[in-house]
């Protein structure tokens, strides 16, 4: 099992510049979730899933979008990117209650 | 919205000994896991722990729903401890992974 797997591992952007954070699981987990870390903080939920087709917005959504279209994918699409969304992102993926939550390793995103 | 506040802030450990971290939270949740995010980044799950008690080696978690908080307990540390611990929960109904972050501890370990 290659676990959560997030590509690219940098990026860099120019403001208005669109573009997809990857996120492909191998655990045939049905929970899926997008987070963003700024400096110095914990966590914050982006968009999350409960299964393919089904996605819904967390505590910071605006500015993004997402899809489930198959159990193992659930990118990030950033539409208009701005110097706040600089930050790194991190996938994570899990069975349900009963059972933890895996991270993939993060995408660190700079917005100039 | 649920209130997550980890304690203390930072930790500079020597070699060996033993530390206690606290995460109290302000509502009932049926989701509450400790994560290590290393000195590289990655975030590590140490304990999926909404209750009870759990031990991993060194490392061992007691959450007591009912007083709204979780301890984490690191005995003998080591510098490879390092990192940040981060606590997280969910609520009920629906909250596997929408986890609410706190703020997490800054641990060092010296040799």
């Known amino acids: 099992n290659a676990g959560v797997t997030q590509t690219p591992k940098f990026q860099v952007l120019k403001t208005g510049q669109s573009m997809t954070l990857q996120c492909a699981q191998d655990?045939?987990?049905?929970?899926m979730s997008w987070y963003r870390q700024d400096p110095g903080m914990g966590l914050r939920l982006i968009h999350y899933s409960v299964g393919a087709g089904i996605t819904d917005q967390g505590e910071v959504p605006n500015g993004y979008n997402v899809s489930r279209s198959t159990t193992e994918d659930f990118p990030l699409r950033l539409l208009s990117a701005a110097p706040s969304q600089t930050s790194v992102y991190f996938c994570a993926s899990g069975v349900g209650i009963g059972s933890p939550l895996h991270f993939g390793n993060g995408t660190r995103l700079t917005v100039t | 919205g649920i209130q997550v506040e980890q304690s203390p802030p930072d930790l500079i450990l020597q070699e060996g000994a033993n530390s206690t971290l606290r995460c109290n939270f302000s509502?009932?949740?049926?989701?509450l896991q400790w994560f290590h995010q290393n000195p590289w980044g990655q975030l590590i799950n140490l304990f999926y722990i909404p209750s009870g008690t759990k031990q991993n080696g060194r490392l061992s978690a007691t959450t007591v729903a009912t007083e709204r908080y979780s301890l984490l307990y690191i005995s003998s540390s080591q510098t490879t401890d390092s990192g940040v611990y981060f606590c997280?929960?969910?609520?009920?109904?629906?909250?596997?992974?929408?986890?609410?972050f706190g703020a997490g501890t800054r641990l060092a370990v010296h040799p």
């Open positions: 509502d009932s949740v049926n989701n």
């Open positions: 655990m045939n987990h049905e929970y």
């Open positions: 997280a929960v969910g609520l009920s109904p629906g909250g596997y992974n929408k986890l609410i």
